[in-house]
């Protein structure tokens, strides 16, 4: 995945109705979409809709809350992908951490999920990145999202994007989620139980911070083990 003209390669995607094994996207020249091709035809003008996820990598007005290269992708990625025509939003948590100054937040959205078998309220609120322009919704949750502590912060914030994505709480149904490191690691895995055909990239920034917790994290987010080959390897 290359911000800067390069081509994008993502697998099973659709195309025109149809899956592919291999999308080949390049930016074209225009500012509202893509050209694309691809083994057998051809597709123009590909509107490519993408929610980028991490923690911690928001730059909002004077305050950066970001660790090292994976802030760096933060910043630069969404408002490249943005001036290639896709439409692109980011989630992060709304930390106690985070100062939006002069930012003006509008409350967009609220709903319930089950975490640890206790019910928690989730509301979203939405910020414009002062730099980019892209859409930033942050989810706030007094329990786990003020402090970030793992792995419950992350796993319950997995689990809210995946519902926010499942009931369409903000109007966008991504074609594609990027996650960043093992904080979204799971959104794959929630993604899958729930059959969703929503597409997902995975991007390690760097190997060393591996969010090793107890498999009872499962437990918490309601799925079994049991039924992952993944987690049984």
């Not at 730059?59 to 969404?78: C, H, Q, Y």
């Not at 439409?87 to 089950?114: E, M, Q, S």
């Not at 991504?174 to 055909?197: E, F, Q, V, W, Y």
């Amino acid at each position: 995945l290359v911000a800067d003209g390069k081509a994008f390669c993502f697998p099973l995607i659709k195309a025109a109705g149809d899956v592919v094994d291999r999308l080949e996207l390049k930016f074209a020249h225009q500012r509202h979409g893509f050209s694309a091709s691809f083994s057998g035809g051809a597709v123009d003008h590909v509107r490519l809709r993408l929610v980028e996820l991490g923690q911690l990598v928001l730059e909002i007005g004077a305050v950066e809350v970001e660790i090292g290269g994976l802030g760096d992708v933060a910043r630069s990625l969404p408002f490249a992908l943005k001036e290639s025509g896709v439409d692109i939003r980011n989630i992060i948590p709304f930390y106690n951490a985070l100062k939006l100054g002069r930012n003006k937040k509008t409350k967009v959205g609220k709903f319930d999920i089950k975490y640890a078998g206790k019910n928690e309220k989730v509301e979203i609120y939405q910020v414009l990145n002062p730099l980019s322009r892209v859409p930033v919704y942050l989810l706030k949750n007094k329990t786990y999202c003020d402090i970030a502590k793992s792995p419950d912060t992350f796993a319950f914030f997995d689990k809210a994007v995946v519902e926010i994505v499942k009931k369409n709480h903000l109007s966008f149904i991504p074609d594609i989620i990027h996650c960043n490191d093992h904080h979204t690691g799971l959104i794959p895995l929630l993604l899958r139980a729930m059959k969703s055909s929503v597409k997902t990239i995975l991007t390690i920034h760097n190997l060393s911070y591996q969010g090793r917790s107890s498999i009872q994290v499962l437990e918490k987010l309601n799925i079994s083990h049991l039924k992952s080959k993944i987690m049984n390897w």
